[in-house]
């Protein structure tokens, strides 16, 4: 089924928006109110809610015991764990898991058209096309505007957004005070040259108070 309007939901995990999480976002536990109501008003609106989380275990290419921060981070979200459980400001609604092994694309394709509720895309590295079933959900839910928001701009954001530019979705918003990046000091060059290329940057009012979808 066709879904016009995704709200697509970065990682908003307990080890990155929580203060005494094991890899806290800077500063992430002051956008939680806007999560809260962006995830309120996707289902309030029957909005689609595609979220993306970490699912590591040990030997992850992106877990190290001296990480750079950059390529390399700390274990965090590990597998069962406390912290790789959403905050409670994302809950989402009758999720459809979609794991990061490969599975028939056509029979997925049939269980997200049927699918009413929220989707959640796990994954093992910060891009979320890694999962390689996460092309299958984008084709089938054919989206024309997809919302981003969640953590963290400069990596899994960058990574999602830039992903949905090379797919050609036809209009990405970016929600500025719904995100917080790792390296502050590049968030705003980063927002600048997503501008360039058609994405547009919104706040959380916009998208609440109806001004932009």
């Not at 390529?71 to 597998?79: A, E, K, Q």
């Not at 905050?87 to 459809?96: G, P, R, V």
Request: hydrophobic share 40%.
């Amino acid at each position: 089924m066709k879904r016009p309007v995704v709200f697509w939901d970065v990682d908003t995990q307990k080890d990155f928006m929580d203060a005494s999480g094991k890899l806290y976002v800077p500063e992430a536990e002051a956008i939680k109110p806007q999560l809260r109501r962006l995830t309120e008003y996707a289902h309030a609106h029957d909005i689609t809610i595609v979220a993306t989380a970490d699912d590591h275990v040990p030997g992850h290419r992106e877990l190290s015991a001296a990480p750079d921060y950059r390529d390399t981070f700390p274990d965090h979200c590990m597998r069962g764990t406390p912290g790789a459980e959403k905050i409670a400001e994302t809950t989402l609604t009758d999720a459809l898991v979609v794991e990061p092994d490969a599975v028939d694309h056509d029979r997925l394709a049939q269980r997200l058209h049927k699918h009413t509720g929220d989707v959640l895309i796990r994954k093992h590295w910060f891009d979320v096309f890694s999962n390689p079933n996460t092309e299958t959900v984008i084709e089938s839910l054919d989206p024309t505007e997809i919302v981003v928001y969640g953590v963290a701009l400069d990596v899994c954001n960058k990574f999602a957004i830039e992903g949905f530019l090379e797919r050609g979705v036809p209009q990405i918003y970016a929600v500025v005070d719904a995100t917080k990046p790792i390296h502050a000091e590049e968030a705003e060059a980063l927002l600048r040259s997503w501008e360039r290329e058609g994405v547009k940057l919104v706040t959380t009012d916009d998208v609440v108070q109806g001004r932009v979808i």
